[in-house]
């Protein structure tokens, strides 16, 4: 116990086929880990929602993931457009992805709220013009 | 339901996966899109979809989809059939309607998952 295991990943913003390289990645990490299929999915299905956010909104970022034992701590920050209203971004339907992006099957407006759904903590600070930083933690169970 | 019967019910071409015809699947989700399948599906699931791109196989990759069914005879290209190979999940291809392949596989038993 108190062995942490990090995983850095660059998400390139131009590459839409590429985005959920990092979620697999990860994926298999924690399965190799040992951790429950719970946890895994949890893990998972937070952390490709907000890859995928990373190539279509903020034209790529970096993550960095955190695992130890008793948790799983995720950051993913970007230098992208940054978020105006935090509150409204949370809310299920609403989406400022363009039309191509729904084509591809997101852009629906459930990015966000199925991060939230899936973690045990969620915390956004982003400031317009400047980036977005989303701390995640889902904890082993 | 194995993946096998589904190949069957939807008379589908098998694109890759042959080898993993005998899993066994026990719901199904039919969607375009993929944030709808992230936020809902649980189970050991296929996953029908009229949506072809690498994306479609990731999120069944998220969600530990044994299958998944393109619809009205669509074909996903090289780079995606590499991708499910890799990840081992089977494509199959049906000329079937989305709607109609939805009811034959719930006639026949199989349900949506919640």
């Not at chain 1, 131009?14 to 990860?26: K, L, P, W």
């Not at chain 2, 791109?53 to 044994?66: F, K, L, S, W, Y």
Request: hydrophobic letters at 40%.
């Amino acid at each position: 116990m108190g062995n942490s295991i990090t995983l850095h990943y660059v998400v390139p913003g131009d590459d839409f086929t590429r985005a959920g390289e990092a979620s697999g990645s990860v994926k298999r990490t924690l399965k190799d880990l040992g951790f429950s299929p719970e946890t895994v999915r949890k893990v998972v299905i937070a952390l490709y929602e907000a890859e995928i956010n990373l190539v279509i909104h903020a034209g790529g970022g970096e993550i960095d993931v955190e695992i130890s034992p008793e948790v799983v701590s995720i950051v993913l920050a970007d230098k992208g457009p940054g978020i105006p209203d935090v509150e409204l971004a949370m809310q299920e339907g609403y989406s400022t992805a363009p039309d191509n992006v729904r084509s591809l099957g997101f852009g629906a407006g459930m990015g966000l709220p199925n991060i939230k759904k899936y973690t045990d903590e969620m915390k956004i600070d982003s400031t317009v013009g400047v980036g977005t930083t989303m701390y995640l933690k889902v904890y082993n169970n | 339901m194995k993946v096998y019967e589904i190949k069957e019910i939807l008379d589908a071409e098998i694109i890759c996966g042959e080898e993993f015809l005998d899993r066994e699947v026990c719901a199904a989700c039919g969607s375009d899109m993929m944030s709808d399948v992230l936020a809902y599906v649980k189970e050991q699931a296929v996953l029908l979809s009229g949506l072809v791109n690498p994306q479609v196989v990731r999120t069944a990759e998220m969600m530990d989809m044994q299958c998944i069914v393109f619809v009205r005879g669509k074909q996903p290209d090289q780079g995606i059939i590499d991708l499910a190979k890799d990840r081992e999940i089977v494509l199959l291809s049906t000329k079937e309607t989305m709607f109609a392949s939805c009811g034959m596989l719930y006639e026949k038993g199989l349900r949506g998952g919640r």
